[in-house]
């Protein structure tokens, strides 16, 4: 009787147990892409566990020839600076290239290692995508900027063909009288058409403020300072809004 090969869909707690957790971690090391990897997270608790490990990573970029990090950026004099810290154990020489141009100011990241920045030309910005570990930066068309910006996020959809979306959530700066919300405006750019365009709006008090916000699975989560959700998913391109699950 020949052995009998199990789909990777099929895969689940049952199939985990077959492999040791050395093998696991010894296969999931060797990928190659950070799209692999977040499939794998979800393939069972013990892998996405393992993933998450203080070690994974770091082996995981070494292999990979990956940077992993973040940036911290600081205003001195009205000038944006940046400097990339590397929490992979990169040496000096690989992370000198994650460099970004003075006075450029980050708006967005995510885990592709795709910024979106700001320069100031005159009395405005003009945006760009960058890739500091290549050195790519190339200038965007403009959304609205006579609306304030509110936050900025970015989403990769695809890497062969690349394609990205760059969320802008915006509103008038100054607030109208005799009105208690503000409009928050719902920009996308997105790669393949080149274009900003509107698709969205939605009212916020003017009290409430977006204090932080993740992105996952293509959705943007944004967090108030009253414990409301305002989301923005990618696959209809529309904002919802819900409160905090009660403790």
Same mark, same amino acid.
């Given at each position: 009787?020949?052995? #009998?090969?199990?789909? &990777?869909?099929?895969?689940?707690? =049952? #199939?985990?147990?077959?492999?040791? +957790? +050395?093998?696991? *971690?010894?296969?999931?090391?060797?990928?190659?892409?950070?799209?692999?990897?977040?499939?794998?997270?979800?393939?069972?608790?013990?892998?996405?566990?393992?993933?998450?490990?203080?070690?994974?990573?770091?082996?995981?970029? @070494?292999?990979?020839?990956?940077?992993?990090? &973040?940036?911290? #950026? +600081?205003?001195?004099? /009205?000038? *944006? *600076?940046?400097?990339?810290?590397?929490?992979?154990?990169?040496t000096s020489s690989d992370v000198s290239i994650a460099r970004l141009p003075?006075?450029?100011?980050?708006?967005?990241?995510?885990?592709?290692?795709?910024?979106?920045?700001?320069k100031r030309s005159g009395k405005n910005y003009r945006y760009y995508v960058?890739?500091? %570990?290549?050195? #790519?930066?190339?200038?965007?068309? /403009?959304?609205?900027? @006579?609306?304030?910006?509110?936050?900025?996020?970015?989403?990769?959809?695809?890497?062969?063909? &690349?394609?990205?979306?760059?969320?802008?959530?915006?509103?008038?700066?100054?607030?109208?009288?005799?009105?208690?919300?503000?409009?928050?405006?719902?920009?996308?750019?997105?790669?393949?058409?080149?274009?900003?365009?509107?698709?969205?709006?939605?009212?916020?008090?003017?009290?409430?403020?977006?204090? +932080?916000?993740? %992105?996952?699975?293509?959705?943007?989560?944004?967090?108030? /300072?009253?414990?409301?959700?305002?989301? &923005?998913?990618?696959? =209809?391109?529309?904002?919802?809004? *819900?409160?905090?699950?009660?403790?």
């Amino acid at each position: 009787m020949g052995s #009998q090969e199990i789909p &990777f869909s099929d895969m689940g707690s =049952d #199939q985990e147990s077959t492999l040791s +957790d +050395d093998m696991v *971690f010894e296969i999931l090391t060797r990928l190659k892409s950070l799209e692999t990897l977040d499939a794998c997270k979800l393939v069972c608790k013990g892998w996405e566990e393992m993933i998450y490990e203080s070690s994974f990573m770091h082996l995981f970029c @070494r292999r990979s020839r990956m940077l992993s990090g &973040f940036f911290i #950026q +600081d205003i001195v004099d /009205n000038k *944006f *600076f940046s400097m990339f810290a590397a929490i992979d154990g990169s040496t000096s020489s690989d992370v000198s290239i994650a460099r970004l141009p003075d006075n450029m100011k980050i708006l967005a990241s995510c885990n592709h290692g795709i910024l979106c920045c700001a320069k100031r030309s005159g009395k405005n910005y003009r945006y760009y995508v960058c890739k500091p %570990t290549t050195q #790519q930066l190339q200038p965007l068309p /403009n959304p609205k900027l @006579r609306y304030e910006t509110v936050s900025v996020a970015v989403m990769v959809l695809g890497s062969d063909p &690349f394609r990205y979306k760059i969320v802008r959530i915006s509103r008038q700066g100054v607030k109208e009288p005799m009105k208690e919300y503000y409009t928050y405006r719902c920009e996308i750019f997105d790669s393949k058409t080149w274009r900003w365009r509107e698709v969205e709006r939605i009212k916020v008090r003017y009290s409430e403020l977006i204090i +932080d916000s993740v %992105t996952a699975n293509n959705v943007v989560y944004w967090l108030t /300072n009253e414990g409301n959700i305002i989301a &923005f998913h990618e696959a =209809d391109e529309l904002l919802y809004k *819900f409160s905090l699950p009660e403790k």
